[in-house]
């Protein structure tokens, strides 16, 4: 039986940009920034190969592919992997500034590039965690003798 053009399904992101080496390629881009980079350099460990494999498998499986990451590491949980590190904007700026890069040397089609990039713009803005407080906003502190345990 012959499928026609309405029954095909779309290609995913990743089959689109070419499958696992470009999501390969754009980690190993994006992380050579990160090796040179003061803000965000002394937020991993030493050999930064583990990170690197795991963005990797992440956004393989995000954008269509295999899900390696999932079968190895569980549920992404990107929020709760993050809260160790102190996340403020020097720190997610930093790190779009190496991923705007790195999808720009990748060659993907304009498209994809602006859909990977929003992509990575809200999910690093999701991560913030260490924001200072807003204006007029000034968090809650309990009265110095509920703090020393005699009120």
Not at 39 to 52: C, F, I, S
Not at 74 to 92: D, N, V, Y
Request: aromatic share 10%; net charge negative; glycine share 8%.
């Amino acid at each position: 039986m012959a499928t026609s053009a309405r029954d095909a399904v779309p290609a995913s992101v990743y089959e689109q940009l070419g499958g696992s080496d470009f999501f390969a390629a754009l980690s190993a881009r994006f992380y050579a920034g990160v090796a040179e980079d003061p803000v965000l350099r002394p937020l991993y460990p030493g050999d930064m190969t583990d990170a690197e494999t795991n963005l990797r498998d992440f956004l393989i499986q995000y954008w269509g592919g295999p899900d390696d990451y999932s079968r190895r590491r569980g549920h992404p949980m990107l929020r709760a992997r993050h809260l160790p590190f102190s996340i403020g904007r020097r720190e997610r700026d930093a790190w779009m500034q190496h991923m705007r890069a790195a999808v720009g040397a990748s060659g993907a089609p304009e498209e994809l590039a602006t859909e990977l990039l929003d992509y990575f713009d809200r999910a690093a803005t999701h991560l913030l965690n260490a924001e200072p407080p807003r204006p007029g906003h000034l968090p809650i502190v309990p009265p110095s003798s509920e703090l020393r345990g005699d009120g």
